[in-house]
């Protein structure tokens, strides 16, 4: 590995199955936090030099229809701790590597299964993308604005936070659960279990009956339709974002910005209200207005570019992006007060390193052996 691994994760194991999107960011969150990550290629895999998803770990190449290579996997699985793949359900049974085989050899192996759909149900074989999954589930729908097609909200819904956000919590409450098991096992964590679950306070606030929670868009207060809580575009094209939702906020928002501080938050005159900021943050830059509310409780921040990001104060005391081979990245998080994560490396190369981290493990007993066996004891 590029450098020595360091966080709450030291000692685990993980062979991660290569793939796109919401699986190698589970495996960059393991390797953030100090897991021991190899990644698994085809013989003829692009390069991906620039992708920050592919940081902190070793790429072994192999050939799943080669039998010496994929007896070679076998052996590495043993004493894995964990095994991410993101593949349609029965690929990896067509390969020799499902789960009922490997946890039959490593009981305590944790097999993560990160799909769209799940690995059942009548849509499991279709093919699908963020947009797909994020529909499906409800998400999608209440976004955007009324008067266009709703709008995807890049992929972060789906792929990484209904995705592989769960998927990660569900690695590391399967490592802490073996603790008193022993054993691992399978998790099938499914983007559009994850989006739904990411609707738990819209549907509370849809079924209690809170004012500003219609079913279209354009009705409900977080949606954007709300003027204490969407952004507005500045003299010079840039926007603030408005987050004024209670009242003792929306009173700052509303004095700064040179209004009358008792006007209304309801519904009913949301569409109004909206209009009367709108001209008036066109009154001045963006900038100017963050200087305007500095130090004031109303609620507002500046919408930043990438290009702008890693030189806002802020962000920059707390090192939430860091540049790595000349990548602008963002740093490992949560943070830990004793056991400090960080990135152990830049994008790793098709075949880097993985040799020499695949003879380091193969030099450890099974996990089938005995106990925790060569991985790790979490």
């Not at 009324?146 to 590391?172: C, H, I, K």
Request: net charge negative; charged share 25%.
């Amino acid at each position: 590995m590029a450098s020595e691994k360091s966080g709450p994760l030291v000692g685990v194991r993980v062979v991660e199955f290569a793939g796109l999107g919401p699986a190698p960011f589970v495996a960059m969150l393991l390797s953030d936090m100090g897991a021991e990550v190899l990644r698994i290629d085809r013989r003829d895999s692009h390069e991906r030099p620039r992708d920050i998803l592919n940081r902190g770990r070793a790429s072994l190449l192999a050939d799943l229809k080669d039998t010496a290579d994929l007896a070679k996997l076998r052996d590495i699985i043993g004493r894995a701790d964990v095994l991410i793949e993101g593949f349609r359900p029965g690929v990896m049974e067509r390969n020799g590597l499902g789960p009922d085989d490997l946890c039959a050899e490593n009981p305590r192996l944790v097999y993560l299964r990160m799909t769209g759909w799940g690995q059942d149900g009548p849509l499991a074989q279709r093919a699908g993308h963020d947009i797909n999954y994020i529909a499906l589930s409800g998400a999608l729908a209440p976004i955007g604005s009324p008067e266009r097609p709703p709008l995807p909200p890049l992929n972060l819904v789906g792929d990484f936070g209904g995705g592989a956000m769960f998927a990660a919590l569900g690695v590391v409450s399967s490592l802490y659960e073996r603790e008193k098991s022993g054993r691992g096992q399978v998790i099938d964590a499914a983007m559009v279990d994850g989006a739904a679950n990411l609707l738990a306070m819209y549907l509370s606030h849809q079924q209690g009956g809170r004012k500003g929670t219609g079913f279209d868009r354009g009705d409900y207060f977080l949606d954007g339709a709300a003027p204490y809580y969407r952004c507005y575009e500045c003299a010079d094209g840039r926007f603030v974002a408005v987050g004024a939702i209670e009242p003792k906020f929306w009173r700052i928002l509303l004095e700064v910005a040179g209004l009358d501080e008792t006007l209304s938050q309801e519904p009913d005159e949301w569409s109004e209200m909206a209009s009367r900021l709108d001209a008036v943050f066109r009154t001045r830059s963006r900038d100017e207005w963050v200087v305007l509310f500095e130090g004031r409780d109303a609620c507002l921040a500046p919408v930043l570019r990438h290009d702008e990001v890693e030189n806002n104060e802020h962000l920059a005391a707390r090192d939430t992006y860091v540049r790595l081979g000349g990548l602008l990245q963002p740093a490992p998080a949560p943070r830990f007060s004793r056991t400090v994560s960080r990135i152990s490396g830049a994008p790793v190369r098709v075949g880097e390193g993985g040799e020499a981290l695949a003879e380091t493990w193969l030099q450890a007993r099974p996990n089938s052996a005995s106990g925790s066996g060569g991985g790790s004891k979490l």
